[in-house]
């Protein structure tokens, strides 16, 4: 079975500062992974993904994402954070495209003034 | 193009109601999917499809019922409304290809059972 766990529920980061946001995964086959934000009363909105290739992702609003397979990790960072970057973040993996999408308990990311 | 919508965005009821939460996809997906948010708690699968006519259990189908008679539209149904199934409820919709799977998310449903 397949399982996602993402260290803190709840980041602080100020303006401007580095954004590291955790997730550990773990398949018994090749996985497709994806970042999704969630911003107050609102649906998920796809961030970025990793299917196949290049092991660094990059997605929207700057952030970028890297698939370490040897580590089972595909950590979200952002060099800046801007306050409108303040929302839920949730890791996602599936193996069996469509279907067995297993989503992490989510971080709730903080940007202080 | 609308993407995913749901209806009703709010909804209160009852113990041992019963309701149906609407979900609509106009993006000619194939798949869909009924989820739940708890309070801290990533999302939970409910039910998902693959395709009209075609559903099957997620890991949480308890206390649920799904049908998919066309492509667009997933409803969800609560026979018997119990407090445990407060919850903010999302549908999502996708094509799955061997390239991709992105779920695109309709807005959510805020359900309390009282």
Redesign the interface.
């Known amino acids: 079975a397949q399982s996602v766990t993402q260290l803190g529920s709840h980041v602080s980061v100020s303006e401007g500062a580095l954004v590291l946001l955790r997730c550990n995964y773990s398949s018994s086959v090749p996985p497709y992974l994806f970042w999704y934000v969630q911003y107050p009363n609102q649906g998920l909105q796809l961030l970025l993904k990793y299917t196949t290739g290049a092991t660094l992702v990059k997605g929207i609003n700057g952030f970028e994402a890297e698939f370490k397979k040897s580590e089972t990790s595909f950590h979200l960072t952002k060099p800046s954070a801007h306050m409108s970057d303040a929302a839920e973040y949730f890791c996602a993996v599936t193996n069996n495209y469509g279907q067995n999408f297993v989503f992490g308990p989510g971080t709730r990311l903080s940007v202080l003034p | 193009n609308a993407g995913?919508t749901q209806t009703p965005k709010f909804r209160i009821l009852k113990i041992g109601q019963s309701m149906t939460l609407q979900c609509t996809q106009d993006m000619n997906h194939n798949?869909m999917?009924w989820?739940r948010q708890d309070p801290?708690?990533?999302?939970?699968?409910i039910y998902?499809s693959?395709g009209a006519g075609i559903t099957?259990k997620g890991e949480v189908p308890n206390g649920y019922n799904v049908s998919r008679s066309t492509t667009e539209d997933f409803p969800l149904r609560l026979e018997l409304a119990a407090p445990s199934q407060t919850s903010v409820y999302?549908c999502?919709s996708?094509s799955?290809?061997?390239?991709?799977?992105?779920?695109?998310?309709?807005?959510?449903t805020r359900l309390t059972v009282l």
């Open positions: 995913v798949y999917y989820y801290g708690m990533g999302l939970k699968l998902y693959v099957d999302f999502a996708s799955p290809t061997a390239s991709s799977d992105t779920q695109y998310f309709g807005p959510g």
